[in-house]
């Protein structure tokens, strides 16, 4: 699937950027599958196994049934592979898809930015069942936020 090129950064209140990349069990995932349904909770991380992005995508993991009441899917996306993936989902105890963008091109379509200039960006955002970011919250070390955060901006979106 051909990625569209962005030209400058993602703001709220733009259409997400489509995109289709493989999960934890070789599924292909897209954007457009929840369109016209689901809320959708997108959050990069740096690396499979490493301490922070452990303690975030479990902390998901506690807050994925909350999640899913207010109407919204998770998906988690970093830079490893489909392999690593499984072993990491299994390891946090998730469900919900961890997908594999290799080489970081979606990373780079929504505009997530390298931590010292060298560390995958740690960013989380909250897209409308109607494909509009609703918010954009980025932290390398407050892991906790990226899901309160996410979770606060869903409780202001219908729910239907």
């Known amino acids: ?15 997400a950027p489509d995109f289709e990349l493989l999960a934890q069990e070789g599924r292909k995932v897209s954007l457009h599958e929840f369109a016209g349904s689901k809320n959708v909770v997108l ?3 740096p690396k499979d196994f490493t301490r922070g992005c452990t303690f975030e995508t479990k902390y998901f993991g506690e807050s994925y049934d909350e999640i ?6 998770v998906l ?21 898809p961890m ?38 919250f980025s932290s390398q070390t407050d892991m906790k936020a990226h899901v309160t955060e996410a979770m606060a901006v869903l409780k202001t979106l219908p729910n239907d």
Do not use: W
């Open 76 to 96: 988690g996306i970093s830079n490893d592979s489909v392999e690593s993936h499984t072993q990491f989902a299994a390891k946090c105890g998730v469900s919900f």
């Open 99 to 136: 997908l594999a963008d290799d080489g970081g091109k979606v990373r780079e379509l929504y505009s997530v930015e390298k931590a010292l200039g060298f560390i995958p960006g740690r960013t989380t955002f909250v897209i409308d069942k109607h494909g509009i970011v609703r918010n954009i």
């Open 68 to 73: 899913r009441k207010l109407n919204a899917e």
């Open 1 to 15: 699937m051909q990625k569209p090129e962005r030209k400058g950064k993602l703001k709220v209140g733009e259409m």
């Open 43 to 45: 959050f990069f991380y």
